[in-house]
Nanobody, 124 residues
Framework: QVQLVESGGGLVQTGGSLRLSCAASDRAFRTRTLGWFRQAPGKEREFVAAISWGGGMTDYADSVKGRFTIFRDNAKNTVYLQMNNLKPEDTAVYYC?????????????????WGQGTQVTVSS
């Protein structure tokens, strides 16, 4: 069973930064594509960013391009999401997800394992 544990969420003002972390208890971590999704109240869960197993390929939602960066440290079994220039519309619960197989993907159904989420709140 793969366990993913997110951390790093919190309250930040508009224009501020946060770095989310997701630690995995999985010996196959370095072979997995990983992603970040978010869900705001009353909305569906949406794709934010994804990174391939080796880190050579990444993908981002248009709404976060140029502001967010996904990267991973396979030696630490951890994936990160650096979020800069945060906006109130970035407020959501952020989830880390992992695929059993396959490269970067943007749909919820393409991911097999999920963390419990971490709250990010951006005040105006």
């Amino acid at each position: 069973q793969v366990q993913l544990v997110e951390s790093g969420g919190g309250l930040v003002q508009t224009g501020g930064s946060l770095r989310l972390s997701c630690a995995a208890s999985d010996r196959a971590f370095r072979t997995r594509t990983l992603g970040w999704f978010r869900q705001a109240p009353g909305k569906e869960r949406e794709f934010v960013a994804a990174i391939s197993w080796g880190g050579g390929m990444t993908d981002y939602a248009d709404s976060v391009k140029g502001r967010f960066t996904i990267f991973r440290d396979n030696a630490k079994n951890t994936v990160y999401l650096q979020m800069n220039n945060l906006k109130p519309e970035d407020t959501a619960v952020y989830y880390c997800a992992a695929r059993t197989r396959g490269s970067v993907a943007t749909h919820v159904y393409e991911y097999d394992y999920w963390g419990q989420g971490t709250q990010v709140t951006v005040s105006s």
